[in-house]
């Protein structure tokens, strides 16, 4: 009977979770390249500042926003970023896109965009996702 109950509420639990539109604070992702990525990278250094695949989800997480805090200009896909500007890039279309990015070591980066959520069994996918890999801005 117990067990019964807890399967219950575990099911009631997943339909709220599924019915409930997703909600967030910011459409922002952010990321920051940190002041001296440049000249660590120059002194042999392999630092990663950012991820090789950054996931947005369109209506949700849709814009990409790169704060540039290094002492010299950075490159993100066609974008001259100088020392203390940002890039806000908005993503209208589902797809998975490569830029050039001068601060990834590799040069190279993947934005993977995905549907807005629409059926039940996405949203409580994308909230469980989120609820294990939150946004970074959230953690600062």
């Known amino acids: 009977m117990r ?14 979770i599924g019915l409930v539109p997703i909600q967030t604070a910011s459409r922002d992702e952010i990321f920051e ?12 250094d392999k630092v990663e500042i950012l991820p090789d695949h950054i996931r947005l989800t369109l209506g949700l997480r849709d814009i990409l926003v790169l704060r540039n805090h290094d ?12 020392p203390g500007q940002s890039f806000r890039l908005p ?7 490569q830029f050039a990015c001068t601060a ?12 807005n959520p629409a059926t039940p ?4 996918a994308w909230r469980v996702r989120d609820m294990l890999h939150p946004p970074r801005w959230l953690s600062r």
């Open 104 to 115: 990834h070591a590799s040069g190279q980066m993947t934005i993977v965009v995905e549907p």
């Open 33 to 44: 390249i940190p002041k001296g990525t440049w000249a660590r990278r120059m002194s042999g």
């Open 121 to 124: 069994w996405a949203r409580i």
């Open 91 to 97: 993503f209208e279309r589902a797809s998975e896109y």
């Open 71 to 82: 002492d010299v200009p950075q490159i993100f896909g066609p974008t001259l970023m100088m």
């Open 3 to 16: 067990l019964l109950g807890i399967a219950a509420g575990v099911a009631a639990a997943l339909g709220c």
